[in-house]
């Protein structure tokens, strides 16, 4: 029976304190009734190998002794839904950003890099996950009840957004703001070699004649796809992937002009001709290093334009998951705008 | 192959799942008379429901907490075994289950 003995010794260390010698009395005679009854049938003693098959029949001795173990969780079911969508947020929110941002300057300008090590990134990620896992398993043992578990009303739920519909505000807005933001940029910024400004005189380099053209053409596109998604609210392969161009154009073009050391000159009465020398280099050297953040907004910028697109192929492939989309989608989607 | 494990799998959980529900009311049904754990495994495995032993006593533990059975030490053939027996609350418990179960079989008879 040492077999036996160590088996039950075995699950008796997991099992909860108070009923631990009831439970191991009560299963103990129930495994030597199996024994003498298989004893008694063969006419001899079991052999090891044979107590050792009933044993495993019963059971691993963890599993066996969680079987007497209320069910426990740190977080428990209602909650871990919260957790998980908390946790992700945050945690991609955090991971996502510094990783571009580390990225980008170790690519672009790595002697810049400064604080941003990747070292740091993990330790905040333990941390964040750490604090969160506390907060969320104190709330669950403090036995947290949420209010909106019990006050819900159906009327209260938020729309059903179809997430390829343009919001007509939002079109609307994007047109007002590049127009006004376009005849801003048109009346200062005209490409002439010189710009007065609040008396300082600004002298920029020929190449800004290519950059101003540019952006303007790409500014009265983007005003131009903003007056068709006012009229045709639904976004469609064709005019996203055209918004994806013209901002990836937009980002190249941004991201040069950061590095072409566009300003030539500074002068007014009452900066000496030195300083405004030590100026402008100090001016151009500082807008170059923006670029690692440029590019790093770029990125995000022209991300959100590809999953647009990739969101649109899978309403077309899979015939959509929102009803409304659905629906209201074929006529434009068909049309191709 | 793992097409037919994963299968296998989850006709076990689904199996598993259908026959929680029915061990309770069988357990209970077979402790009108006393029983001890062994025996009434036997009791019930004779009647086609084989249930292991670290299936019952967790569940005769639960159910005599929730004061549906009465236990007690006792020694019979030199060793000492616990009886158990339903309670009063338990038998009531028993025919609303038994009830409840009649309905749910004549429905499923219907639908199947």
């Known amino acids: ?337 | 192959m793992s097409q037919s494990n994963g299968n296998h799998d989850l006709f076990e959980n689904l199996r598993l799942e259908l026959r929680r529900g029915c061990l309770s009311l069988a357990v209970l049904s077979q402790l009108r008379t006393e029983r001890y754990g062994y025996t009434l495994r036997k009791a019930l495995a004779e009647q086609g429901l084989e249930i292991d032993e670290g299936t019952l006593y967790p569940l005769l533990r639960r159910l005599e907490s929730q004061g549906l059975l009465t236990s007690e030490w006792r020694e019979e053939e030199k060793r000492n075994k616990r009886f158990y027996r339903l309670s009063p609350e338990g038998k009531l418990m028993l025919k609303q289950l038994g009830a409840e179960w009649q309905k749910i079989n004549s429905s499923l008879k219907e639908i199947l």
């Open chain 1, 1 to 337: 029976m040492e077999l036996l003995d160590r088996y039950l010794h075995a699950i008796e260390f997991w099992l909860p304190k108070r009923q631990k010698q009831d439970i191991i009395a009560e299963l103990s005679e129930d495994l030597r009734s199996q024994i003498e009854e298989k004893e008694a049938e063969l006419g001899r003693k079991l052999q090891n190998e044979e107590v050792e098959a009933i044993l495993k029949r019963c059971g691993a001795p963890l599993e066996v002794a969680s079987r007497y173990r209320p069910q426990q969780y740190l977080i428990g079911p209602t909650l871990f839904p919260i957790y998980r969508f908390v946790l992700a947020v945050a945690l991609i929110g955090c991971v996502v950003p510094r990783f571009l941002i580390w990225l980008v300057f170790l690519l672009v300008d790595p002697a810049h890099r400064g604080y941003l090590h990747i070292e740091n990134m993990w330790a905040t990620v333990l941390y964040f996950a750490f604090f969160t896992t506390v907060a969320f398993a104190i709330a669950e043992r403090s036995g947290v009840k949420l209010e909106a578990l019990n006050t819900w009303n159906p009327r209260k739920l938020p729309p059903v957004r179809d997430p390829n519909r343009i919001s007509r505000f939002g079109s609307l807005f994007e047109i007002a703001a590049g127009v006004v933001v376009n005849v801003w940029f048109a009346g200062i910024f005209w490409p002439q070699p010189a710009v007065d400004f609040y008396g300082v005189r600004i002298t920029i380099a020929p190449v800004w004649q290519v950059f101003f053209w540019s952006f303007l053409f790409l500014a009265v596109a983007n005003v131009a796809i903003a007056g068709v998604n006012l009229f045709r609210p639904y976004w469609t392969p064709r005019r996203a992937g055209l918004r994806l161009l013209f901002d990836g154009i937009g980002a190249g073009l941004f991201c040069g002009l950061l590095k072409a050391h566009l300003l030539v000159g500074i002068s007014a009465s009452s900066i000496p001709a030195a300083k405004a020398i030590e100026l402008t280099n100090l001016i151009n050297t500082w807008i170059a290093r923006m670029l690692p953040w440029a590019i790093v907004t770029m990125l995000v910028i022209l991300s959100f334009d590809v999953y647009r697109i990739l969101r649109l192929r899978c309403v077309h492939l899979h015939g959509g998951s929102i009803g409304p989309a659905v629906k209201d989608l074929s006529s434009p989607m068909v049309n191709g705008n």
